[in-house]
């Protein structure tokens, strides 16, 4: 079976490497080099921030993502050279107004790994000596990771470059889908070259909505930019990962931190701006007032597919027997991107799924009239 898949971010590339593991010959497809889009920009924390502030159907693909990020590392990084990185950094929140949330999330939703405890100040202290002195409680989270994205990108692409049943055609945009007979004949490039595969997966993130008109749907997706800056400390100066008013700083082990984020409808711009940076550099010094000591090595922009409620579409295009959808993971697709890559193979391919696929479907999309 020969699968074709439209975009190479982390949603992409885990498709392929789903279906290139079971013995499909796989074809992917960016408009630009793999990795470059939204899945390189974000923090990658290993969860969703605030989980109990989502929907549970993102928080019951997102809980997968650590284990599944695990065992993928263990078996690609002998063989690129490249780690992905999980480190077990623990997150403190410092907003009052989820602490009695997050202590009861574990529990009450059955995922130990957000098992949670209130700190006061001595014990603050020792977990991280960092902090401002104006947190007199946290709520501490050990067992959340994060993970280094552009080196598990850079595995990812690695592996399936050498892998002898994918091919990769970046810089390669797809603007066509040759539709007959409620069946995808063909994807053609914006060059008029055309390539077929018996299904095509379409993992565009946040340029998914150009499917619109061709599918006669309206697809609910659309760019929201998340601006970052990094600052660079000793190895391990930052114990754990720090979260503040949907604020959040998140420490390498090399000494980076990566700090963020804002929420913007800026098209699909990607520029920076001063207020916008201040803003987050205002709330990162508000929570490590420490950090001010160090320099600011990079600032850049990220675009999340945006969609209703954070909830992916994944699954089959409605009306088309071989065209499937895998996009708008929203903040969540580094964390979701294991399980969703792992049911929509396992849709397709007519296995038993890991979770209901059901409340994912690309049936929420609305027709449009013709």
Same mark, same amino acid.
């Given at each position: 079976m020969h699968i074709a898949v439209v975009g190479a971010g982390i949603i992409g590339l885990m498709t392929a490497l789903e279906f290139a593991e079971q013995g499909c010959e796989v074809t992917i497809f960016d408009q630009q080099q793999a990795g470059q889009a939204a899945s390189w920009a974000g923090g990658g924390i290993l969860s969703p921030m605030y989980p109990w502030r989502y929907a549970p159907e993102v928080n019951q693909l997102a809980q997968y993502g650590k284990p599944l990020y695990q065992t993928w590392n263990e078996k690609l990084a002998p063989i690129t050279g490249v780690d992905f990185q999980i480190h077990e950094s623990g997150m403190l929140i410092f907003d009052?107004?989820?602490?009695?949330?997050?202590?009861?999330?574990?529990?009450?939703?059955?995922?130990? *790994?957000?098992?949670?405890?209130?700190?006061?100040?001595?014990?603050?202290? *020792? @977990?991280?000596?960092?902090?401002?002195?104006?947190? &007199?409680?946290?709520?501490? %989270?050990?067992?959340?990771?994060?993970?280094?994205?552009?080196?598990?990108?850079?595995?990812?692409?690695?592996?399936? =470059?050498?892998?002898?049943? @994918?091919? %990769? %055609?970046?810089?390669?945009?797809? /603007? &066509?889908?040759?539709?007959?007979?409620? &069946?995808?004949?063909?994807? /053609?490039?914006?060059?008029?070259?055309q390539f077929f595969a018996d299904h095509v997966v379409l993992c565009s993130g946040a340029w998914s909505q150009q499917w619109a008109g061709q599918l006669l749907r309206k697809i609910q997706v659309h760019p929201v930019q998340g601006q970052m800056l990094l600052? =660079?400390?000793?190895?391990?100066?930052?114990?754990? +990962?720090?979260?503040?008013? @949907? +604020?959040?700083?998140?420490?390498?082990?090399?000494?980076?931190?990566?700090?963020?984020?804002?929420?913007?409808?800026?098209? %699909?711009?990607?520029?920076?701006?001063?207020q916008t940076q201040q803003d987050i550099l205002t709330a990162c010094l508000e929570m490590v007032p420490e950090l001010a000591r160090f320099p600011i090595v990079k600032r850049w922009a990220g675009l999340r597919p945006s969609s209703p409620h954070g909830i992916p579409y994944i699954g089959q295009i409605p009306e088309i027997e071989n065209l499937w959808a895998n996009f708008g993971h929203f903040r969540n697709g580094l964390c979701m991107a294991p399980a969703s890559a792992q049911i929509l193979r396992q849709m397709l391919l007519a296995q038993p799924t890991i979770i209901d696929s059901t409340p994912y479907s690309p049936d929420r999309f609305p027709k449009l009239s013709k």
């Open positions: 009052e107004q989820d602490f009695q949330s997050g202590l009861n999330y574990a529990v009450e939703q059955h995922e130990p *790994m957000q098992t949670c405890e209130l700190l006061n100040r001595a014990e603050l202290e *020792m @977990v991280n000596p960092h902090l401002s002195t104006q947190f &007199k409680q946290a709520i501490y %989270f050990p067992q959340l990771s994060n993970i280094r994205n552009p080196q598990l990108l850079q595995s990812l692409i690695i592996y399936l =470059k050498q892998h002898p049943l @994918v091919n %990769f %055609f970046e810089n390669c945009p797809i /603007e &066509k889908l040759i539709i007959q007979n409620q &069946k995808v004949q063909g994807i /053609e490039t914006s060059n008029g070259q600052f =660079k400390t000793p190895e391990n100066w930052l114990p754990t +990962m720090c979260m503040n008013r @949907v +604020m959040y700083l998140i420490p390498r082990q090399d000494g980076h931190i990566v700090c963020g984020s804002s929420m913007t409808d800026s098209g %699909f711009s990607t520029d920076i701006d001063d």
